[in-house]
């Protein structure tokens, strides 16, 4: 089950990964409120950045999934 500050965390991740350039402060302060350290706010940006990164190099360079990955 997800707990509150779980969710305050996924929610800034995925507005962090689908509308980057609407972050505000108060993101950060609705973090903090949740509980998490400046570290751990650092550590969540940190990869969830990598992740989008990674996925975009990927995307960018038509890298195919293995076929362990694909649906079946």
Not at 22 to 31: A, C, F, T, V, Y
């Amino acid at each position: 089950m997800i707990n509150p500050a779980q969710m305050t965390m996924l929610d800034y991740a995925a507005k962090l990964t689908e509308r980057p350039t609407d972050m505000i402060s108060e993101d950060i302060d609705r973090l903090r409120e949740a509980g998490f350290s400046d570290r751990a706010i650092l550590d969540i940006n940190l990869i969830v950045a990598y992740f989008a990164y990674v996925n975009r190099v990927a995307d960018g360079l038509g890298v195919e999934l293995e076929d362990y990955w694909e649906k079946k």
